[in-house]
C-alpha cells in the first residue's frame, strides 16, 4: 500500500495528464473542427469556409465564425487584405445550409431573425461591412448565399469548374443576403433576373464574360493567384485602398455631383497621410515605398 502523500501526488498528476488532455482535445477540436479556418499571411487574412462535407454550406456555427472572422479583419491594424475561400475542391458555398438554418429558422422567431440583421449579428450583413479590400477566391459551387458572400467581395476570381446561382426559388424563397441588389449591379438586370428566375447555375466561363468575376484560373492556380491580386493590394498605402474603395462603392449609390463630393473629400484626406509622404519620397528615391497604413 502506498503512503498517503505519495497517492495524493500520483492522483494530481493523473488529474493534471487528465487536463492536459482535456485541453488538447478543445485544442485539437479548435485546431480541426473549426467551421472557418482563419490564417494570417504578412499582410493578408486568409478565411477559409471549412464544412467540405456539406459544400461549406452556413449553419449557425459557421455564420458564428464568419461574424467573429470580419470582426479579425476589421479590427486588426496588421490586416489590409482579406481573401474569403472554401475548403476543398467541390465548393466555395453552396449558401445557407437549408437543413440547419433556413429550414428552421435557426430556431429564431421572425422577429428575431429580423432583429438579428438589423444589429449586425447576421452573416449576411458583415461581409459588406469591412472596409478593407476582400477578395474571393471561388473554388467551386457558389450557390445561394455562397455566391452572396461572393458578391460581398470587392474581387472574385474563380477555378475553372467553379459554378454560380442563386438556387432560392427552388425552395420557395428569394436571395436573401443582397442577391437580388448586388448581383443586378455586377451584371445588369437582365442577366441577373434570368439567373434568380431560373435558378440556373452559370459555368465560369460565362460569368467571366458577364463580369460576375475578374479571372478564371486552373484550380491548381486559384489559391496562388488570390494571393498575387491580395498580395498586389497589401504592396499599396492601405488607407489609399480603403478609401478607394468606399469612394467606388458609396459613390456607385449616389447622384454624380455627391459621389464627385466623396471622392474629393477621401482624396484630400489622404494628402495629409504618413503614407503619402512615404510613397511620394520613395518614388523620388527610387525605391519600393515602406508603408504603415496611417
Ligand atoms: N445546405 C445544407 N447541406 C448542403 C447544401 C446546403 N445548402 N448544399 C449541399 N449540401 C450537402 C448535401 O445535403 C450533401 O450532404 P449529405 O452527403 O449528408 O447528403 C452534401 O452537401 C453534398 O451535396 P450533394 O450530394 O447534393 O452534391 P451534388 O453534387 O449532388 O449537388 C449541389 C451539388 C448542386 C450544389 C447541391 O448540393 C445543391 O443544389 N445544394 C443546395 C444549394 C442551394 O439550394 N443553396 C441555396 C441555399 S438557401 C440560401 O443560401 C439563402 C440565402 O439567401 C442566404
Given at each position: 500500500?502506498?503512503?498517503?502523500?505519495?497517492?495524493?501526488?500520483?492522483?494530481?498528476?493523473?488529474?493534471?495528464?487528465?487536463?492536459?488532455?482535456?485541453?488538447?482535445?478543445?485544442?485539437?477540436?479548435?485546431?480541426?473542427?473549426?467551421?472557418?479556418?482563419?490564417e494570417?499571411?504578412?499582410?493578408?487574412?486568409i478565411?477559409?469556409?471549412?464544412?467540405?462535407?456539406a459544400?461549406?454550406?452556413?449553419?449557425?456555427?459557421?455564420?458564428?465564425?464568419?461574424?467573429?472572422?470580419?470582426?479579425?479583419?476589421?479590427?486588426?491594424?496588421?490586416?489590409?487584405?482579406?481573401?474569403?475561400?472554401?475548403?476543398?475542391?467541390?465548393?466555395?458555398?453552396?449558401?445557407?445550409?437549408?437543413?440547419?438554418?433556413?429550414?428552421?429558422?435557426?430556431?429564431?422567431?421572425?422577429?428575431?431573425?429580423?432583429?438579428?440583421?438589423l444589429?449586425?449579428?447576421?452573416?449576411?450583413?458583415?461581409?459588406?461591412?469591412?472596409?478593407?479590400?476582400?477578395?474571393?477566391?471561388?473554388?467551386g459551387?457558389?450557390?445561394?448565399?455562397?455566391?452572396?458572400?461572393?458578391?460581398?467581395?470587392?474581387i472574385?476570381?474563380?477555378?475553372?469548374?467553379?459554378?454560380?446561382?442563386?438556387?432560392?426559388?427552388?425552395?420557395?424563397?428569394?436571395?436573401?443576403?443582397?442577391?437580388?441588389?448586388?448581383?443586378?449591379?455586377v451584371?445588369?438586370?437582365?442577366?441577373?433576373?434570368?439567373?434568380?428566375?431560373?435558378?440556373?447555375?452559370?459555368?465560369?466561363?460565362?460569368?467571366?464574360?458577364?463580369g460576375?468575376?475578374?479571372?478564371?484560373?486552373?484550380?491548381?492556380?486559384?489559391?496562388?493567384?488570390?494571393?498575387?491580386?491580395?498580395?498586389?493590394?497589401?504592396?499599396?498605402?492601405?488607407?489609399?485602398?480603403r478609401?478607394?474603395?468606399?469612394?467606388?462603392?458609396k459613390?456607385?449609390?449616389?447622384?454624380?455631383?455627391?459621389?464627385?463630393?466623396?471622392?474629393?473629400?477621401?482624396?484630400?484626406?489622404?494628402?495629409?497621410?504618413?503614407?503619402?509622404?512615404?510613397g511620394?519620397?520613395?518614388?523620388?528615391?527610387k525605391?519600393?515605398?515602406?508603408?504603415?497604413?496611417?
Open positions: 500500500m502506498l503512503p498517503v502523500g505519495v497517492l495524493v501526488s500520483v492522483k494530481r498528476v493523473v488529474a493534471a495528464v487528465l487536463v492536459s488532455k482535456a485541453a488538447d482535445a478543445t485544442l485539437l477540436r479548435r485546431r480541426y473542427a473549426m467551421a472557418l479556418l482563419f494570417k499571411r504578412d499582410h493578408i487574412a478565411l477559409t469556409l471549412n464544412r467540405p462535407d459544400l461549406n454550406a452556413i449553419d449557425p456555427e459557421t455564420a458564428g465564425e464568419l461574424i467573429q472572422a470580419a470582426d479579425r479583419v476589421m479590427e486588426e491594424e496588421d490586416i489590409w487584405v482579406g481573401i474569403l475561400t472554401g475548403a476543398g475542391e467541390k465548393a466555395f458555398c453552396a449558401g445557407a445550409d437549408v437543413k440547419k438554418y433556413i429550414a428552421p429558422s435557426a430556431g429564431k422567431t421572425i422577429s428575431q431573425l429580423h432583429e438579428q440583421y444589429t449586425g449579428k447576421d452573416f449576411r450583413v458583415v461581409l459588406p461591412r469591412i472596409w478593407k479590400p476582400m477578395v474571393c477566391a471561388v473554388n459551387y457558389a450557390l445561394g448565399g455562397g455566391l452572396e458572400l461572393a458578391l460581398s467581395c470587392d472574385r476570381v474563380a477555378a475553372e469548374h467553379a459554378r454560380f446561382g442563386l438556387p432560392e426559388v427552388n425552395l420557395g424563397i428569394i436571395p436573401g443576403a443582397g442577391g437580388t441588389q448586388r448581383l443586378a449591379r451584371v445588369g438586370v437582365g442577366r441577373a433576373l434570368e439567373m434568380i428566375l431560373t435558378a440556373r447555375h452559370v459555368p465560369a466561363a460565362e460569368a467571366l464574360a458577364m460576375l468575376v475578374s479571372r478564371v484560373v486552373a484550380k491548381e492556380k486559384l489559391m496562388e493567384t488570390a494571393l498575387e491580386v491580395a498580395g498586389a493590394i497589401a504592396s499599396k498605402g492601405p488607407v489609399a485602398t478609401y478607394a474603395k468606399e469612394a467606388v462603392i459613390g456607385f449609390e449616389m447622384p454624380l455631383d455627391q459621389a464627385l463630393l466623396l471622392e474629393n473629400m477621401l482624396s484630400t484626406m489622404l494628402r495629409d497621410t504618413a503614407d503619402m509622404k512615404e511620394s519620397k520613395a518614388f523620388a528615391e525605391r519600393p515605398p515602406q508603408f504603415l497604413g496611417k
